[in-house]
């Protein structure tokens, strides 16, 4: 069984900037592709940034230029480094494994944006 966990949430002022970091069990880690995605009250779950096994990145246009995904696969962790946070970042931020035809989710860490 693969379990996720997110750390690094928090609160910060608007500019601020925040680590986010997941960390899955098991040993299938390096062949996983892998996202973080966000859910603010009353929307939906939406993709922020992920990486594939072989490191290549994706972005939504709302966080380019802001947040920068990134994997360490001998830890098993993946990151995502938000800068400039704006108040519209504010959401629940969950990891998911993606391995073949199966997801993985994380319990999700809370950011706030707010002055």
């Known amino acids: 069984q693969v379990r996720i966990v997110e750390s690094g949430g928090g609160s910060v002022q608007p500019g601020g900037s925040l680590r986010l970091s997941c960390v899955a069990s098991g040993n299938i880690f390096r062949l996983a592709d892998m996202g973080w995605f966000r859910q603010a009250p009353g929307k939906q779950r939406d993709l922020v940034a992920r990486i594939?096994?072989?490191?290549?990145?994706?972005?939504?246009?709302?966080?380019?230029?802001r947040f920068a995904i990134s994997r360490d696969n001998a830890k098993n962790t993946v990151s995502l480094q938000m800068n400039s946070l704006k108040p519209e970042d504010t959401a629940v931020y969950y990891c998911k494994m993606t391995m073949g035809a199966r997801d993985y989710?994380?319990?999700?860490?809370?950011?706030?944006?707010?002055?």
């Open 105 to 115: 989710w994380g319990q999700g860490t809370q950011v706030t944006v707010s002055s």
């Open 52 to 65: 594939t096994s072989i490191g290549n990145t994706y972005y939504v246009d709302t966080v380019k230029g």
